[in-house]
């Protein structure tokens, strides 16, 4: 074997790769993220193959101590990572028969790089939807918290980014809450699914070893084995979902996240953000910016990003593996990774902001935004058809627009030259309060069903 050729096929190879083939070719860079995961599958693959009597328990044990060892040597940066043994696997196996020797090169039995990359990849996946579940839900907790203490604090609610209905803030956040726990559903959806084991697949038809795939399936917190050895190795659905779920939160945070811009303009001023959450110009001392907002409305191009680029590469790629599969790596990991930091920051935003609820209450009443009530109205007292009503409104609006008034800044006499019979008690539905306050419909902005709704949230999430 030549010194340069891989210590793992040295048999048949007796050159070594081209510089250009090994750079192509080697994963060691990215897929040592999932060394936690691979010498997981690798301890549950050896506790197997003692089980049934394929390797001896000295063998086993030898394999447990020296894979232990390398877990440690990888936590303390002391693992001697090789762009030669290409990725994880053979550097972890490597290593392993370089401490412990003839035992080492027995753990590969029954197994193949295509099954333990399967394997790796999901439990990766697996563990990181736990922890955007947990992070998801905390940013979830912020939203409640903020909403509760603001269920009354009146603001404008928009449509097409005009102002339209007053609403409150509290009802505003609790909107986020909805979509939030959705996504969180969304990942309990795709790991439900993804959980079953493609150990024992080996390289794609399976082996004829006596293995016991259901052991190491239960070992690995698997509901059960995949079914068929081809699809075990040749699928990345669970990745694809996994990844348009990520993509699909991140869209609901840049949501939010633009929302934070607006609202932190000068010329909005509805919340403010501390130092803790903004920045300084280099030049210009007066300002504040939103960068963590602005960074988190960017991050689903990243994240969508690597959904489309992963169904790039498996659309049209035949069974079983494909080399091309080996890129669905750093595209998982850094959209789980700009996911966590969004989630981190919209939670952190979330605790940080400082409404101001003196300008978020001029503005919901600008715009002519009880306009609706005032048509409401005229259906309830004067049982005018809605369409007619809606026709009395909009006159009303434009005479008020023209006297620069607001709509309760008409007077009675203003009010009866688009129709005789309003009365006095048309102005009880004309302020913003009144306005959220009628809103009682299930569902609805009204302060004491937000108040509710966010005790309701409080308590699910506690
Ligand atoms: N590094 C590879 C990947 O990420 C591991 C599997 C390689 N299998 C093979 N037959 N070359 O996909």
């Known amino acids: 074997m030549s010194s340069n050729s891989n210590s793992q096929w040295g048999g048949r190879y007796a050159g070594g790769p081209s510089a250009v083939m090994q750079a192509i070719n080697a994963s060691i860079g990215f897929d040592r993220e999932m060394w936690r995961q691979d010498i997981r599958g690798s301890l549950a693959h050896a506790a197997m193959l003692a089980h049934v009597g394929i390797i001896s328990p000295e063998d086993e044990t030898s394999i447990r101590d020296g894979l232990e060892a390398i877990a440690g040597e990888i936590e303390r940066g002391e693992f001697p990572f090789s762009e030669a043994l290409e990725d994880i696997h053979m550097n972890v196996e490597a ?45 979830m907790r912020a939203l409640v918290e903020r909403a509760s203490e603001h269920a009354a604090t009146v603001m404008p609610g928009f449509t097409h980014l005009q102002p339209a209905q007053p609403t409150t803030l509290g009802h505003h956040l609790l909107a986020y809450v909805e979509m939030l726990s959705r996504d969180r559903s969304r990942l309990a959806d795709c790991r439900a699914r993804m959980n079953e084991s493609p150990l024992g697949a080996a390289a794609l038809c399976g082996t004829g070893f006596p293995i016991d795939r259901h052991m190491t399936a239960a070992a690995l917190g ?11 190795v040749a699928s990345r659905d669970y990745a694809l979902e996994f990844l348009s779920a990520c993509a699909i939160c991140a869209v609901h945070l840049s949501r939010l996240a633009e929302e934070f811009v607006i609202w932190t303009n000068p010329y909005f001023g509805f919340v403010r953000l501390t130092d803790a959450y903004t920045t300084g110009s ?64 919209t939670a952190g935003m979330v605790r940080d902001m400082r409404p101001d609820m003196a300008r978020l209450k001029a503005a919901a009443g600008a715009g002519f935004s009880t306009a609706t009530d005032l048509a409401d109205w005229l259906v309830r007292e004067l049982k005018l058809p809605f369409r007619d009503a809606h026709h009395v409104t909009g006159r009303l609006v434009a005479l008020a627009e023209q006297k620069d008034v607001d709509l309760a800044g008409l007077s009675l006499e203003d009010l009866r030259s688009a129709e005789p019979r309003i009365h006095q008690g048309v102005y009880d539905v004309l302020s913003v309060e009144a306005s959220v306050n009628s809103r009682t419909s299930y569902g609805g902005t009204a302060p004491a069903n937000v108040a509710a709704m966010a005790a309701e949230w409080k308590a699910r999430l506690a």
């Open 95 to 139: 290593r392993l028969t370089e401490r412990i020797g003839e035992a080492g090169k027995r753990l590969h039995t029954a197994r193949s790089r295509n099954d333990q990359v399967a394997l790796d990849v999901r439990l990766w996946t697996r563990d990181a939807i736990d922890g955007l579940d947990a992070q998801i839900a905390d940013t």
């Open 222 to 232: 698997f509901d059960g084995p995949t079914r068929n050895s081809l699809d075990s």
């Open 282 to 345: 280099s030049i210009m001392p007066q300002k504040r910016n939103p960068d963590a907002a602005e960074l988190v409305r960017a991050k689903p191009g990243r994240i969508t990003g690597a959904l489309v680029g992963l169904l790039t590469v498996m659309k049209g790629l035949p069974l079983t593996y494909g080399k091309d599969m080996q890129e669905d790596k750093e595209g998982i990991f850094d959209a789980a990774a700009s996911l966590s930091l969004s989630l981190a920051a």
